[in-house]
């Protein structure tokens, strides 16, 4: 019989933002994920998910007023077929709308899901270019100072 396994990972995050007054710039964020693994022939392995971002106004008394307001949504889907291991980044695809010019909570809610037959699969975080550049920046420092002090 055909059958498969899944793995499904629900969230929710809520930020409050005060001293708002220019509010939260809009953009199209590169958020990307990596997977890896392997899988039997014949077998696959599907990823998807969702990062759903809403804003809530706050009012001056500290209550919530009116209700969400979408920001929008990042995107997160992959699908390998066949066997053998893999390897891959998932980029997100989506865009997120600017925040009002006033106080509010940030929510941040979503899921992700991992499906397959038969299948071994890791999914990671990346880190964003500035991190990357900042790591190198570090290695090279530490290197030029071990040089340094071998001299």
């Known amino acids: ?14 930020y409050t933002v005060s ?4 509010g939260l710039t809009g953009s199209t964020p590169a958020l990307p994920l990596f997977i890896n693994g392997s899988m039997q022939a014949g077998g696959y392995v ?3 998910g969702v990062v759903r971002y809403d804003w809530i106004a706050v009012l ?22 066949g066997g053998g291991a893999f390897s891959a980044t998932i980029p997100s ?17 979503g899921h ?6 038969p299948f071994d699969a890791q999914v990671t975080s990346l ?14 420092f530490a290197l030029r100072r071990r040089a340094r002090r071998s001299l």
Do not use: C, K, M, R
């Open 1 to 14: 019989a055909v059958g498969y396994a899944y793995h499904e990972l629900n969230f929710g995050a809520a």
């Open 127 to 140: 880190p964003e270019p500035t991190s990357l550049t900042l790591f190198a920046a570090a290695g090279l």
């Open 93 to 109: 695809t989506g865009a997120l709308a600017a925040t009002p010019i006033l106080d509010g909570v940030l929510e941040i809610t």
């Open 46 to 48: 599907q990823f998807d």
């Open 60 to 81: 001056a008394d500290g209550s919530l007023s009116g209700t969400p307001i979408s920001l929008g949504q990042l995107n997160y889907t992959f699908t390998q077929l």
């Open 112 to 117: 992700f899901w991992l499906a397959g037959d």
């Open 19 to 22: 001293n708002n007054p220019t």
